[in-house]
């Protein structure tokens, strides 16, 4: 659902996770752990604040689109 939502976005606001990657709540390492994305999976950008960004993702557990803050510098650019 969410993945078929990213497809449709511009391809600047796709990304790619380069490693295992917590989500969290906040900007900040030592707010709530919201999920673990794995390297290869595509998230959409929503927010950028510095070195954290905002970004949409698909929760295989709950099968439901949710958003958290990652550290951009995990992620490349979609080409």
């Known amino acids: 659902?969410?993945?078929?939502?990213?497809c449709d976005l511009?391809?600047?606001h796709l990304y790619k996770v380069k490693r295992p990657m917590p989500v969290k709540a906040d900007q900040?390492?030592?707010?709530e752990t919201l999920?673990?994305?794995s390297p290869?999976?595509?998230v959409s950008l929503a927010e950028r604040?510095?070195?954290?960004?905002s970004v949409e993702y698909f929760n295989q557990l709950t099968?439901?689109?949710?958003?958290?803050?990652?550290l951009k510098k995990y992620m490349c650019r979609i080409d």
Do not use: D, H, I, N
Not at 28 to 31: E, L, Q, V
Not at 49 to 53: E, L, P
């Open 1 to 6: 659902m969410a993945f078929e939502k990213a």
């Open 28 to 31: 900040r390492m030592k707010s």
């Open 49 to 53: 604040a510095g070195k954290w960004v």
């Open 35 to 37: 999920a673990v994305l």
């Open 10 to 12: 511009p391809q600047a």
């Open 40 to 42: 290869g999976e595509v």
């Open 63 to 70: 099968g439901t689109a949710r958003q958290g803050w990652v």
